[in-house]
């Protein structure tokens, strides 16, 4: 019997779950906005049979203009909501902290 392959979107978290200030870093409790309407089309698509996995890319995390402890506090709002208002799952970066978040990356979005 073959398995039906699940279905995965990942999702940027900066710009397309919450909004990312005009700094563009996430690194207090006080810039996590969500976006507006942001969990109803999250919850169709669960609906729809999609895994939601959220990704985000951070410029400079880790060093001392952008401590991991300034992500740590955002990003653990973020993931702690995230799955109860819409099943977004998502996987730590980084198995030394054993704590789950979502991807990091060293640089941000690209500039067109």
């Given at each position: ?24 870093q996430?690194?207090?409790?006080a ?82």
């Open positions: 019997m073959s398995q039906v392959p699940q279905k995965v979107l990942f999702i940027d978290r900066d710009g397309t779950l919450i909004e990312e200030p005009p700094d563009e996430v690194d207090s409790l810039k996590v906005r969500w976006l507006p309407d942001v969990f109803a089309p999250l919850q169709q698509l669960v609906a729809a049979g999609y895994r939601l996995v959220m990704v985000t890319n951070q410029d400079g995390l880790g060093t001392s203009s952008f401590p991991r402890e300034q992500f740590e506090a955002p990003q653990s709002f973020v993931v702690d909501t995230s799955p109860r208002r819409a099943s977004v799952s998502t996987r730590s970066a980084s198995a030394r902290t054993g704590r789950p978040m979502a991807a990091s990356v060293a640089s941000r979005k690209p500039h067109w």
